[in-house]
């Protein structure tokens, strides 16, 4: 079967975890290959693996399984079998552990120079080279590390979708801002240096509206292994909620946070209760109506059901 175009590259396994390389990351190997840069382009390839490995490790200390890995041309994505934005701590820990794998780099690095075991312009490439992708991946924007980092902060206050939304927008900012600088630093200096922080600029924007698209369906993600965790704990935290019944699913959904199982309590116009429902009931409803569905609508449901 023939490879679609933009589909990810299985370039092997380990342990258990598929390594998958992003053919706009091969395609930047073609002009360094011409330019005789190729050496260092397969060097930063390499950072750029350590970067994801360091990710992996996180992930499996906090009891967490990696299934995939893919290398973008900024840095990579872990794909993980539980869902990470269940546990906002955790997120934040998985996220920072790789700009922080490029620090312990650039203090090994520091070392080496410091007993004369590194070349002078190489340690001045790597050390440059660490410090950007530290830099860059920290930048407040999904589908960057900053982005979980960002979103992993929103969550207590707005809620997994929303806070995926903004940390989503974030990235998709950033996106344009560097697409912009990118062009205008090239038509300033009229060279092509401008083409690779516009061409990642462009990569990245695309990758944070992905991420807002996907938004609802972590969030469906995330009520369903809410329950998932019910089951085998047997007991959870509440948090009550207040609505009206003309109140829409979604929002309700912008008050749902990680720490709680939540029950919402639904009253008419003069404040009293006509019912309350649960998070699974909100996961149905969502599903059926969508997040523009009103709760008045589910209550009647379970007293005169659809026949």
Known sequence: MCQRVGEPMKVGSFWGIVFKVNPFFLMLLVPAAIS??????????????FHELAHTAAAAACGLRVVEVELLP?????????????????????????????????????IGRAH???????????????????????LPGLPLDGGRVLRSRLIYCCGLQEATVKSARMGQFLGIGLVVLGLAGGLASRNAGGVFPAAVG???????????????????????????????????PAKGLVATGETTLGEVLRHITPAYCHMVWVVD????????????????????????????????RRFWPPE
């Open 116 to 138: 004369s075991l590194l070349d002078p312009d190489w340690f001045l490439f790597l050390a440059r080279a660490n410090v950007l992708m530290a830099a860059f991946n920290l």
């Open 269 to 300: 116009s003069q404040g009293r209760p006509v019912g309350v429902l649960s998070e699974l009931e909100l996961i149905e409803g969502l599903l059926e109506q969508g997040i523009h569905g009103k709760l008045i609508k589910l209550i009647k």
């Open 36 to 49: 005789g840069q190729l050496l260092p382009a397969l060097t930063l390839f390499m950072i750029v693996l």
């Open 74 to 110: 900024f840095g990579g994505v872990a794909r993980m079998d539980n869902l990470l934005e269940f546990n906002p701590r955790v997120e934040l820990l998985v996220a920072l552990a790789g700009p922080a794998s490029n620090l312990l780099l650039l203090a090994a690095l520091w």
């Open 202 to 236: 462009v990569f990245l924007y695309f990758e944070a509206r992905r991420e807002a698209a996907q938004a609802k369906f972590v969030f469906l993600r995330f009520l369903t292994q809410k329950q998932l965790q019910l089951k085998l704990r047997k007991v959870i």
